[in-house]
């Protein structure tokens, strides 16, 4: 069997792994306190964040669900953090 804690130590990823729909996620998912609705996840006047981009996203470690009085949230993780400030720091520098 092969466990999630088998596995190596969960590092930074790299933003050229990332779409730019991906980072764009992570940039909503930065933003707006997102509770679950149907086919995804939303704030009031956000865009959709899908439950295929959240999986997604959250098997690379990017996001975490959480319990918030007692409603489903997502939030970007540390590592999600920094995988949006390296993205930003190469577009401005490539601009």
């Known amino acids: 069997m092969n466990f999630i804690s088998d596995g ?26 997102l509770s679950r609705v149907r ?12 439950l295929a981009m959240a999986q997604f996203l959250g098997g690379k470690r990017l996001l975490m669900r959480r319990t918030v009085a007692g409603k489903e949230r997502i939030e970007i993780t540390g590592t999600g953090l920094n995988t949006l400030t390296v993205a930003d720091a190469r577009r401005r520098k490539a601009a």
Do not use: C, E, K
């Open 8 to 33: 190596p130590a969960p590092g930074q990823v790299d933003p050229r792994d990332l779409t730019a729909a991906q980072l764009a996620a992570l940039r909503i998912v930065q933003g707006f306190r």
């Open 39 to 50: 086919n995804g996840w939303r704030a009031p006047g956000s865009p959709l964040v899908t």
